[in-house]
């Protein structure tokens, strides 16, 4: 129940702040949609190595493999998230075409990466969640070689959703029988793996994976639609 539980308070975070400000609903949404794929084909990758989640809501069945509805909420709330959060909390107006769009560079290193993350972990000494984060923070990277604005842009977003990641994880491993969920499903020992903050441990690869994805899903659309910035009045 708890994967459900983080899915649907993730997902109704990031209503609660498109509708703070709707203005941001094409940066949040359009990424949000598009990625949507990205949480039940890179779970099946985790599954290998990282984690097990018990599933709650019907599973769906393609190509022989059963994939996860929580999966489809969570990553269509946490990419949404990622996508605003700079401009939600530094009251930044998104305005586009500032810069030359970049959708087909956008979408090549989008699907690139996401090739490379679903056919090399087998072959790599490494756990899965941390090849995840690595080419996360790489596609970041090769944006802003391109976009060295974004760069700070970047950075901030990824502090902020670390920050976020941090407290969302210590409320919802506070709840009863929480802990004893994580070892169940979690493949990594919780002793050397997790930070223990008054009891309750806080999965460092989750915070690792949080900063690397949004480096990378907090400048993906900028990055698409040339968006520029402007500071709100008022």
């Given amino acids: 129940m708890f994967y459900l539980y983080g899915s649907i308070s993730i997902l109704l975070i990031f209503i609660l702040l498109l509708a703070i400000r709707p203005d941001l609903w094409r940066q ?11 949480g039940p084909i890179s779970e099946q990758v985790f599954f290998q190595d990282y984690w097990t989640p018990h599933p709650v809501l019907p599973q769906f069945v393609l190509f022989n493999r059963a994939f996860l509805t929580e999966d489809l909420i969570y990553a269509f709330g946490t990419v949404g998230i990622m996508s605003i959060s700079y401009d939600f909390i530094l009251r930044r107006r998104p305005v ?23 056919w090399l972990p ?22 802003i070689v391109i976009r060295r604005d974004l ?8 502090l902020i959703c670390v920050l976020g990641a941090f407290v969302f994880y210590f409320i919802i491993l506070s709840l009863p029988s929480a802990v004893t969920y994580l070892s169940t499903v979690w ?25 690397a994805m949004a480096f990378y899903f907090g400048i993906i659309y900028k990055f698409a639609a040339g968006s520029g910035y402007q500071m709100m009045r008022g």
Avoid at 151 to 157: D, F, G, I, K, M
């Fill in 122 to 143: 087998p072959y790599l000494p490494l756990n899965s969640i941390l090849f995840s984060a690595a080419i996360g923070f790489v596609s970041g990277l090769l944006l």
């Fill in 96 to 118: 586009e075409r500032v810069h030359r769009p970049q959708i087909i560079l956008a979408v090549a290193i989008s699907l690139v990466s996401l090739l490379l993350f679903v």
């Fill in 151 to 158: 760069l700070r842009v970047a950075l901030v977003n990824s």
């Fill in 187 to 211: 493949h990594l020992p919780l002793d050397r793996a997790a930070l223990w903050i008054l009891g309750v441990p806080i999965p460092l690869t989750e915070l690792l994976w949080a900063f």
């Fill in 28 to 38: 949040g949404l359009i990424p949000a949609f598009l990625f949507i794929p990205y």
